[in-house]
Structures are given as C-alpha cells and as structure tokens.
C-alpha cells in the first residue's frame, strides 16, 4: 500500500492563488474585448451605424384551403401589388414556392394558375416568374404559396449593442466626457433605411426631370404683367377658425 505525502501548505496556497487569478482573466476576457470594440467606434453615428445597400427578398405568402381553388379578392390585391411594385424594383424574377403531395395541393394549383394570370395582367412578363414544387417538413403545417423576388435594400444595424456601461462610472470615460454611447442614433439610421423609397437616393441624385412647362409660362407671365406669382388658395380660408366669442 501505497501512501502519498501531504501536500506542502505553501504550494497549496498559491495553487489556489493561480486557479483564481486565471478565473479572473478569462472572466474580463469579453469585457475586455466590448471595452476595445466600443473606444474603437466612431463618435459619428453615420459612421458608427453607416446605411448599407445590399440585395434582399420581398415576399407575399398566399394561404390556400383545401377546398377553395383561386384567390380571395384581398390575394388577388396583394398578387397584383407585387407584380406593379417588381417592375419597378425587381432584380431578379418572381419564384413561386407551390407544395405538392400535401390535401390542399390541387387548390394551389389552381390558385397558382390565378397568381400566373394576374401577374401577366399587371404586366410580368411569363418569364418574370419561376415555379418551383416543394413539400412541407411539418405535416401539420398549413401549406402555402410564397412568392418572393429579390431587390436592392437599404439597411442597418443590428442596433441593442451594449459594449460598455452608459451610467457613472470611473471605468465609463465617455460619461465624463459627455460621449455618445454606441447604440445611440441606430435606431434612427435603421429606420431611416427602412422608409426610403429608392436606396440609390441615399448614394447619388436622381437625374433632373422635364419642367412642367404649363406652370412655367404662367409663373414668367405673371412676373413680366408686374403681378404676384405666389399661388392663391381660397378654400384655405376654410380651415381657419372662427371669431366667434371673441
């Protein structure tokens, strides 16, 4: 039989000393790593959350029933919304995920043959759209049509980043120094992003349109007969409230 020696006191001690320094190391490792990520970033949210122009998908989810073949009148609106508004932002063409082997797989195939005509009538040419068959994973998922295409997007984010404590604190040298925090103005470029019409304004200017000429002439005639050129509104006077009671 063997019998170990007991360990020295010493030793044991600065093991114990090393196991929790290296605790504490590995502990700030990721505070130390947001701390650098947040004195990194610049003080400019535009340059801080800048608003990128990247391709994304834009789909329309048609519910279909087992019993019912076509659209709805409110499908058939949302059908004809995606081809008006893919003419004029489309990238790619319009895929159309139809299921099969599902019970309401005849409904959508006659459904599918509706959203074909009522693209075509909104002006999508036929090989502006690509079918492509699939079968759900989930038996007990309702089978739907999807029909998405790709187009050019502005956005931003992700915003809810917090490197690095907003309150008052010695370790917090932005606080002192009435620093922007780093989520700050992410929202406002995120939703900046998600309300602009055309993403190539936010890169360079449309080009100039034709005066409207009709306006024009009247405006310069106006100026050469020496008489105000602003426009008059006369039902404006409607709105303004009355002096009664006064």
Request: charged share 25%; proline share 7%.
């Amino acid at each position: 039989m063997t019998i170990k020696p007991p360990l020295d006191r010493s030793r044991a001690f600065r093991l114990a000393g090393a196991l929790v320094g290296l605790t504490v190391v590995l502990g700030a490792c990721r505070h130390t790593g947001d701390v650098a990520m947040a004195e990194s970033a610049p003080d400019d949210y535009r340059h801080r959350h800048p608003i990128a122009i990247e391709e994304t998908n834009r789909s329309v989810v048609i519910f279909v029933g087992q019993a019912r073949g076509g659209l709805s009148a409110a499908q058939r609106a949302d059908v004809i919304g995606l081809g008006q508004v893919w003419l004029r932002e489309g990238t790619g063409a319009i895929t159309a995920d139809v299921p099969v082997d599902t019970p309401n797989a005849r409904a959508a195939a006659d459904a599918f043959r509706e959203i074909q005509g009522t693209l075509a009538a909104a002006g999508v040419p036929p090989r502006g759209v690509v079918a492509r068959h699939y079968k759900p994973n989930d038996p007990r998922t309702m089978a739907t049509i999807r029909l998405n295409y790709p187009k050019i997007a502005a956005v931003a984010g992700p915003c809810g980043l917090w490197p690095e404590d907003i309150g008052p604190s010695i370790k917090n040298k932005g606080y002192f120094e009435n620093r922007q925090y780093y989520n700050f103005g992410c929202a406002y470029q995120r939703n900046m992003a998600a309300m602009v019409d055309n993403p190539a304004d936010l890169v360079q200017p449309r080009s100039e349109t034709p005066a409207y000429t009709s306006r024009r002439n009247i405006a310069f005639d106006k100026y050469r007969k020496g008489t105000t050129t602003a426009t008059t509104y006369p039902e404006s006077d409607r709105a303004k409230l009355s002096d009664t009671g006064k």
